[in-house]
Each structure stands twice: as structure tokens, then as C-alpha cells.
């Protein structure tokens, strides 16, 4: 299984970037996506998550503002992501947990990352 984060790139403040993670593989069935971020000299965090079922979370400092979405017909996960400030600058990598076909249970997948940078 390969999961595939794009749509990364430099925005202005208070411009929007969509993020897509494409889910690929010899998949059964993808439970839980999501997104988190990471800063140089600083811990990986939760953005957001979204179950199979459509139920989300999000980290305080994004509500209202990202808004996390998938496509289970396409093994795709997005995160649209609006106002941005220049405290949303990191490497954002997207999170599956991917029951592969053949197995009983499922396990834990990350994407490679993808830059997003604000700044005017």
C-alpha cells in the first residue's frame, strides 16, 4: 500500500491550498485518514481525521478554518484548508489505516509529505 500526498505549495496569508492523499495498493477496506503536520525541532501533530463513516476531529487551531473530506469510491482523502496564516507552514503528511486484502487486520500507513508554505 502507497499512499500519495500532494497539492502542497507556497500561498499568500489567508489564502486556501487543497491537499488529496491517494490511497494505493492491494486494498480491502481504509478506516481512519488523516492529516498531520510537522516543523523542524518540533513534534508531528494531528490536523484531522476522519473515520470511514464520515466522523471527523480537529486539532483547536484549524477548526473552522480546514475542513477534512474522502472519497472512499476513489481511496482518496482531501483537506481543504482556508485562511491560512503563516503558523500553518509545515511538512503536512496524510495517515491511513489500511486493511489490505488477505489480512485480518489493519495497519498504520503515511504518505511522504508535502510542503505548504505561507507566506507573503
Known amino acids: 500500500v502507497q499512499l500519495q500526498a500532494y497539492g502542497g505549495g507556497l500561498v499568500q496569508p489567508g489564502g486556501s491550498l487543497r491537499l488529496s492523499c491517494a490511497a494505493s495498493g492491494s486494498i480491502f477496506s481504509i478506516n481512519g485518514m488523516g492529516w498531520y503536520r510537522q516543523v523542524p525541532g518540533k513534534q508531528r501533530e494531528l490536523v484531522a481525521v476522519?473515520?470511514?463513516?464520515?466522523?471527523?476531529k480537529y486539532a483547536e487551531s484549524v477548526k473552522g478554518r480546514f475542513a477534512i473530506s474522502r472519497d472512499n469510491a476513489k481511496n482518496t482523502g482531501y483537506l481543504q484548508m482556508s485562511s491560512l496564516t503563516p503558523e500553518d507552514t509545515a511538512v503536512y503528511y496524510c495517515?491511513?489505516?489500511?486493511?489490505?486484502?488477505?489480512?485480518?487486520?489493519?495497519?498504520?500507513?503515511w504518505g511522504r509529505g508535502t510542503q505548504v508554505t505561507v507566506s507573503s
Open positions: 495517515n491511513a489505516l489500511v486493511r489490505t486484502k488477505g489480512d485480518d487486520f489493519s495497519r498504520d500507513y
Open positions: 476522519i473515520t470511514n463513516i464520515g466522523s471527523t
